[in-house]
């Protein structure tokens, strides 16, 4: 199970400078989610996958399959209804349970109306100091499914989300030959949108975001968390600069059912408010996409898509400030 990252460190924006090798500021918006691929159950796979590791609320439809072609269909229809553009997907490695789902998220998402990209959540073992295993893996994943009409572009080029931990593995340094030798070798190039929010991150890669601030939200009350958004969110938009420039909003988050070494950040959903709060501090930051963590991370109770617990309060309240977005 992936680990998630709970603090973004937010630099100041003075003095920076930019390569502005992709993009100017007039670029479409985008409402995008996290999506989980990894879910399984017996009568689908045979099998059951994550839903015992433990899980924060229960699924208002019950503990599902990821390769079921009805789940998918419904969960993406209720995300179109929604008002979200597309979703970030899992990806682990090539061949596992998530891989193997590729193609069916990819022809429901072009179906429904939805774009699909990646979040690549684990760097691989280099094979050389020119981390090349990396990017054979990129490449792979871009000659198999970035050319379908479903993959999310921007300027043309295919969408990469990179997660923190695969930054780490690399370092930047390690991230500059990557994106050198990938952008080189798939014709037209490749939007990498990095997670962290820092000068050097926006230098080099197209796009910053974060994962999950609930490090900097965690036992807030409403009016607290509604403070730490309005004065950080503009900094994230301008630390981008030029680059594609992501504000994340979440419901909450819980990750006490995991076992994970306390105390955990937990960010309370107060009823709904801690959703509304920050969308609406993220529609007045004015970035190019607003980030949704999560659609379904049911393990860390981030999760938007409907709940025993919560019902669908969530989901029924991203159509009013994602219209307020993208229009």
């Known amino acids: 199970m ?4 709970l603090l973004s460190i937010v630099p100041g924006a003075a003095g920076l400078t930019f390569c502005g090798h992709l993009f100017g500021r007039n670029r479409a918006h985008q409402v995008l989610a996290f999506y989980y691929g990894w879910y399984a159950n017996p009568d689908v796979s045979g099998r059951w996958a994550h ?17 079921d072609p009805k789940i998918v269909q419904r969960q ?5 209804s929604a008002g979200i553009t597309g979703l970030i997907v899992s990806w682990w490695r090539p061949g596992d349970f998530q891989e193997q789902g590729m193609p069916l998220l990819l022809a429901t998402a072009e179906r429904v109306g939805l774009k699909i990209s990646i979040y ?38 295919p969408v990469v989300f990179v997660y923190a931990r695969a930054l780490n593995e690399l370092h930047l340094s390690g991230w500059e030959q990557v994106i050198t030798q990938v952008n080189r070798r798939y014709a037209g190039g490749v939007c ?26 965690a036992n807030k009350s409403v009016d607290e968390i509604r403070a730490w958004a309005r004065a950080t969110y503009p900094k994230w938009v301008a630390t981008a600069g030029k680059r594609i420039s992501c504000v994340t909003v979440i419901p909450g988050y819980d990750d006490t059912k995991l076992n994970r070494p306390g105390p955990r950040p937990t960010t309370d959903r107060h009823g709904g408010e801690t959703y509304r709060v920050l969308w609406q501090e993220a529609v007045a930051a004015q970035p190019d996409w607003i980030l949704i963590t999560s659609w379904n991370e049911w393990h860390e109770g981030s999760e938007i ?23």
């Open 2 to 5: 992936t680990r998630r990252k």
């Open 51 to 67: 839903w015992p590791e433990g899980i924060a609320h229960e699924p208002l439809i019950g503990r599902y399959d990821c390769h």
């Open 76 to 80: 993406f229809e209720q995300a179109k």
């Open 120 to 157: 690549y959540e684990a760097a691989k073992p280099r094979k050389s100091p020119t981390h090349e295993a990396t990017e054979d893996d990129l490449l792979d994943i871009l000659n198999r499914y970035a050319k379908h009409d479903a993959w999310l572009r921007a300027d043309g080029k």
């Open 192 to 217: 990498f949108v990095a997670d962290e929010i820092s000068n050097a991150a926006s230098k080099l890669f197209d796009g910053i975001h974060s994962y999950n601030p609930t490090g900097q939200t």
């Open 305 to 327: 898509e409907p709940s025993k617990e919560n019902g669908d309060r969530e989901l029924n309240a991203t159509p009013e400030f994602a219209r307020r977005f993208l229009r």
